[in-house]
């Protein structure tokens, strides 16, 4: 059980474009996800929390009109990555987190391999 | 926050020798401990977990202990495999708050 969906795990795109990243909570109900950032070699970086059907919360950096959350509903999450430059090229990570799971449900996505040309 | 170190960055094994990793952490109240294990393009995977009214816990190989006076709680890992290759990170936590992870151990076993 507790299984999260990320798609696409790979996406190229042009400088200036946007690209969506989507998140799905296969069998819970993810009350809240959570949006990470990881370069190469590093750990990962919270960018958002969301709940759903409220406003992310974005941590201290992380431009909110760039990278738009959506969390219409209890088992999908979205990350869009507006106008995209070559320096948001990264590998971003989703976790979903529900309640009652043993490890206080948070799973991972299998993450997205961004890079913008 | 919380502030977490993770010692060793890079940790080389041969196979069948045992790994450990020390994770320290800042905050008293936390008291969830999970071990994630990232493998090369892929996101974590949770590992072991262990809460703060538990000392040590096995699962097979892998064996997670906590010693909450000292503030840290170690990843053993014993007979390494290859496949046990990956990158290593503990996230303390208070229960629902969010992860803040270490910066990870680059484990290396070889055949």
């Known amino acids: 059980g507790a299984v999260v969906s990320q798609h696409p795990s790979r996406v190229i795109c042009k400088s200036g474009t946007s690209v969506k990243i989507e998140c799905r909570s296969l069998?819970?109900?993810?009350?809240?996800m959570f949006w990470y950032r990881q370069f190469p070699k590093q750990s990962l970086m919270l960018m958002a929390t969301?709940?759903?059907?409220?406003?992310?919360?974005?941590e201290q950096g992380v431009e909110k009109d760039k990278f738009l959350i959506n969390h219409a509903s209890l088992t999908l999450s979205t990350l869009t990555v507006t106008s995209a430059h070559p320096e948001d090229s990264s590998f971003y990570i989703c976790?979903?987190?529900?309640?009652?799971?043993?490890?206080?449900?948070?799973?991972f996505g299998s993450g997205t391999r961004l890079t913008v040309v | 926050g919380e502030n977490v170190e993770q010692h060793p960055s890079t940790l080389s094994v041969q196979e069948g020798d045992s790994a450990v990793i020390k994770c320290t952490y800042s905050?008293?109240?936390?008291?969830?401990f999970p071990w994630y294990k990232q493998e090369l393009g892929k996101g974590p995977q949770l590992i072991i977990d262990?809460?703060?009214?538990?000392g040590e816990k096995k699962d097979q190989r892998i064996a997670v202990t906590l010693n909450k006076t000292a503030k840290h709680f170690s990843l053993h890992i014993t007979e390494t495999q290859p496949e046990d290759s990956a990158v290593y990170f503990c996230?303390?936590?208070?229960?629902?708050?969010?992860?803040?992870f270490g910066k990870g151990t680059m484990l290396l076993v070889s055949p």
């Open positions: 976790s979903a987190r529900g309640t009652g799971a043993r490890n206080y449900g948070y799973t």
């Open positions: 069998d819970f109900q993810a009350t809240t």
């Open positions: 969301s709940n759903e059907g409220s406003k992310a919360t974005y």
């Open positions: 905050d008293s109240a936390s008291n969830y």
């Open positions: 262990i809460r703060s009214n538990v």
């Open positions: 996230a303390p936590n208070s229960g629902y708050s969010t992860l803040t």
